[in-house]
């Protein structure tokens, strides 16, 4: 029995003084996060090819290869505004080498319009690390409307008459409503699908007014064809100091876009850590991110920490859940 008690005793310290390899292996049981990463980590990304989370997502997960020493894969998951993706893996592997990639206004707006029964709660987050350049409420140039308080006020005038454009469930219905049951507009809402199916439906006639990023509205507004009345960005962008936030006008219309990493739930905090470390690296201290981002987001680079981004997050998701009784 001594000596039984006693190998058991050696066997313990070794499992201690190796912490990799007790406990540690190939059979999901937790590494040491000091090792992290030692292999390629798979980056889910929850919208399509080409859109502003896909290339977000894309340039973080080229850049953040340098940090880490590792390939970071992108994996576009689609589907649902978001939400296939964010439940497929919501619950998967814990040891931070399948991490999501997402935008708030889908992770926030799915829980508030009813999309999804969760929301950032249901992860861990690792970072928000960019803003979008910002949804443009626009018209066409030979609309009779130069800004924002004349489009609203026009749809009380006459309700239903004016169409607005907007993709159910998302970011830019969540402003509709705000507008219907904050500020009062009284416009009929045609779900007009993606911004690139807005942008058409605006051009063609089939809607007076729609929201569009900048990114996607610029040669438009530029040449002449579009106008932009504001923006819905809770404040104006710095690189872009002339047009006005339509909070300015309406205090509580703002959706700010972030863009968002997230692990399943129960990811090791030292993981959560070490890869939040290496986002804030690559977004403060990169000049090339720096360049992309101005020209993609028509804004700064932008990081927060763990902490300030879970109460980030819980911040638009507030504002989100106040329209809930409108949203489902």
């Known amino acids: 029995m001594k000596m039984k008690k006693w190998l058991s005793m050696i066997a313990l310290g070794t499992c201690m003084a190796f912490a990799a390899g007790c406990g540690g292996g190939d059979d ?10 030692d292999k ?5 990304v929850t919208h399509g090819a080409g859109g502003d989370t896909d290339y977000n997502a894309r340039l973080l997960a080229r850049l953040l290869e340098k940090e880490l020493g590792q390939s970071v894969v992108p994996n576009n998951v689609t589907g649902a ?9 919501k619950d998967g592997d814990k040891d931070g080498y399948t991490i999501i990639a997402t935008n708030s206004a889908a992770l926030l707006g799915n829980k508030a319009t009813g999309l999804s029964d969760f929301s950032f709660e249901a992860f861990e987050p690792v970072a928000l690390y960019g803003k979008q350049a910002g949804e443009n409420i626009v018209v066409r140039a030979d609309s009779p ?29 969540i402003a509709s409503v705000i507008m219907d049951k904050e500020v009062g507009a009284k416009f009929n809402v045609v779900d007009t699908g993606d911004a690139s199916n807005r942008l058409t439906a605006l051009l063609g006639g ?6 569009i990023p900048y990114s996607a509205a610029k040669e438009y507004i530029e040449s002449g064809q579009l106008r932009s009345l504001g923006t819905l960005l809770s404040e104006r962008s710095k690189l872009l100091p002339d047009i006005p ?61 763990v ?22």
């Open 28 to 37: 999901g049981t937790k590494k040491d996060a000091s090792a992290y990463p």
């Open 40 to 44: 390629p980590i798979n980056l889910i």
């Open 81 to 89: 505004n978001g939400s296939i993706a964010l439940e497929q893996n």
């Open 145 to 173: 409307y130069n800004s924002l308080e004349e489009l609203v006020n026009a749809s009380k005038a006459a309700p239903g008459t004016i169409k607005y454009g907007v993709s159910m469930g998302g970011g830019v219905y």
């Open 206 to 211: 089939h809607v007076d007014a729609t929201s």
């Open 245 to 305: 936030s339509a909070s300015e006008t309406y205090k509580n219309l703002s959706v700010d876009t972030f863009y968002v990493i997230l692990a399943p739930k129960g990811t090791d905090p030292a993981i959560v850590a070490k890869l939040n470390a290496a986002i804030q690296k690559v977004v403060k201290e990169n000049p090339e991110y720096k360049t992309e981002v101005e020209k993609m987001n028509f804004q700064a680079p932008w990081v927060l920490g």
């Open 307 to 328: 902490d300030e981004t879970k109460a980030e997050l819980q911040k638009q998701l507030d504002h989100f859940m106040a329209f809930e009784q409108y949203l489902k």
